[in-house]
């Protein structure tokens, strides 16, 4: 079954300390993963894609095929990062149509 | 300014009533998007189009109904056979293919009373 999972509901952190939102997958073919950020009273944005394996905002993540895993990092957490992250995954190839996990709850305490 | 709305952005209702959550989008997207959030479950799919006159059951349909007459709009309709209809619900749009962002609406947050 496809599937995504992020195993913590919330994760809180100081400023300044590392940040590693979990994200696991569950998908028999080549899999299109994404993370969603969602800030207060703002809408569900794109963060990042493990396509473009580019930096947003100081956050990175990795595809891990063999622990099929996409978890979110940022070295050093800011207050502005609190959010509702959502890992997500693209199985047709239609990005719209997606599978999302619970979601993370990120706070950054100061 | 561009993008995808969602309107009402709050919405109630009597049990039993059904009710229509408008969602346009003025960036030429050929595929659109309905998606129930709730705390702890994450997105669901509700409904999806690809193309106008075009319309699949995502994960959840049961108790909902979409038409998609226009290319820049795509209402859904929760009727009184959806059993939980009070939620978050989110629009979303994207251009055809491969690797291709989606856009969200602010939302609609419906209360069925």
């Known amino acids: 079954a496809q599937r995504v999972t992020q195993p913590e509901k919330l994760l809180s952190v100081f400023k300044g300390a590392p940040v590693e939102l979990k994200c696991n997958y569950s998908y028999s073919g080549s899999p299109e993963l994404f993370w969603y950020v969602q800030y207060s009273r703002q809408r569900l944005q794109l963060l990042l894609r493990?396509?473009s394996r580019e930096s947003i905002k100081g956050f990175t993540a990795d595809l891990n095929k063999g622990e099929t895993s996409f978890h979110l990092k940022k070295p050093f957490a800011q207050e502005e990062d609190s959010a509702m992250y959502y890992c997500?995954?693209?199985?047709?190839?239609?990005?719209?149509?997606?599978?999302f996990g619970q979601g993370t709850t990120l706070q950054v305490k100061p | 300014d561009g993008g995808i709305t969602q309107s009402p952005k709050y919405l109630f209702r009597k049990e039993g009533q059904n009710v229509t959550l408008s969602c346009e989008q003025n960036l030429n997207h050929d595929a659109m998007y309905w998606y129930r959030q709730d705390p702890g479950q994450g997105l669901r799919l509700i409904y999806y189009?690809?193309?106008?006159?075009?319309?699949q059951k995502g994960d959840i349909a049961e108790g909902y109904s979409v038409s998609r007459e226009k290319k820049e709009s795509f209402p859904l309709t929760v009727t009184s056979a959806q059993k939980n209809p009070t939620a978050f619900y989110l629009c979303a749009s994207s251009m055809a293919g491969i690797n291709t962002e989606a856009f969200f609406g602010q939302g609609t947050r419906l209360t069925v009373v």
């Open positions: 493990h396509i």
């Open positions: 997500a995954l693209n199985p047709s190839g239609n990005t719209g149509k997606l599978i």
């Open positions: 189009s690809q193309i106008v006159n075009d319309f």
